[in-house]
């Protein structure tokens, strides 16, 4: 399931010192009935209470039996402020994880907590063998983007419309349906975070020239993309919304188009052999881009 972000063994990490404004948090395993109705809640809360792919408490309980991750970020007063939970399956004779599920309360968004929850359920994941991490997220939310390229350094591996249906009756996907990127996150190297923003900086800064096959007008809206302009360049750059869910207050037609043109954009590249190589957000000109390229290595490449 998408992971927003608006998204382990039973010791528990320790509680990290706030710093800029940041909460203390201690990441664990959920283990009680509490942890695992509060898992629940949130989950109503980030998607609405309609939402029908939200994941019950036995689920979330019996997995870590078979391998699974269901862990929490819990705040100085034991208030569970965001979770990850996944599956271990097999993969071509490996040990892998699907990481079905990311949420971390708007209030404390922006503090890293979706970062060090990932992380948790990372090192969790090495002592049981596990080489490699997928999970999905929205091509559109910049957000999401800017912590799977440039703080975990994903790789792109594939384009799925529709993934989870047209309709989940989450407001979330109101005028969007749920269209994902799969991404592959390689766990066997430890790598600092810091290293591989680095990388991820240093592609943006190389393709801030590259032609943008849909860039918006002064409407908001995006040019419908030129497929063949994008075939003639090794590296081009698709933009997104820097904050879709504001677009979707003001128009779901226009958040709908967003989808159409970026679905066209990223399908046409990938299945051409083009990869994602970076994200950027421009926070003063309010736009954010992808890199997509042929030639360049993704911010999650060694």
């Given at each position: 399931m998408t992971e927003p972000a608006r998204r382990i063994r039973d010791r528990g990490h320790p509680a990290a010192a706030p710093h800029d404004g940041a909460p203390a948090i201690q990441i664990r395993r959920l283990h009680s009935r509490e942890d695992f109705?509060?898992?629940?809640?949130?989950?109503?809360?980030?998607?609405?209470?309609?939402?029908s792919e939200r994941v019950p408490a036995a689920i979330l309980k019996v997995s870590q039996r078979l391998g699974g991750i269901t862990a929490g970020a819990f705040d100085a007063s034991g208030q569970l402020a965001g979770f990850v939970f996944g599956m271990t399956g097999i993969e071509a004779g490996q040990l892998v994880h699907w990481s079905d599920m990311l949420a971390v309360r708007p209030e404390l968004r922006d503090h890293g907590i979706g970062r060090r929850l990932k992380e948790?359920?990372?090192d969790a994941l090495r002592t049981l063998g596990v080489t490699r991490i997928y999970w999905t997220f929205d091509p559109l939310v910049a957000r999401n983007a800017h912590l799977n390229i440039n703080r975990l350094g994903v790789e792109i591996t594939e384009y799925a419309a529709d993934m989870y249906g047209s309709e989940t009756d989450s407001a979330l996907h109101r005028g969007l349906g749920t269209d994902r990127f799969i991404a592959a996150w390689a766990i066997t190297d430890a790598r600092p975070g810091q290293?591989?923003?680095?990388?991820?900086?240093?592609?943006?800064?190389?393709?801030?020239?590259?032609?943008?096959?849909?860039?918006?007008?002064?409407?908001?809206?995006?040019?419908?993309?030129?497929?063949?302009a994008l075939?003639?360049?090794?590296?081009?750059?698709?933009?997104?919304?820097?904050?879709?869910t504001r677009v979707q207050a003001m128009s779901i037609p226009l958040a709908g188009q967003w989808r159409v043109v970026t679905r066209a954009a990223f399908q046409c590249a990938l299945e051409h052999g083009y990869r994602v190589a970076g994200f950027y957000r421009d926070a003063g000109a309010r736009r954010a881009f992808y890199i997509v390229s042929r030639t360049l290595p993704s911010a999650g490449t060694p």
């Open positions: 109705a509060a898992c629940v809640a949130l989950q109503h809360e980030t998607w609405g209470e309609r939402f948790f359920q990372r290293s591989l923003a680095r990388a991820s900086a240093r592609v943006a800064r190389s393709a801030r020239a590259a032609l943008v096959v849909n860039p918006a007008g002064r409407d908001a809206a995006p040019a419908t993309p030129d497929l063949d075939l003639a360049h090794d590296t081009v750059r698709v933009e997104i919304p820097l904050d879709i």
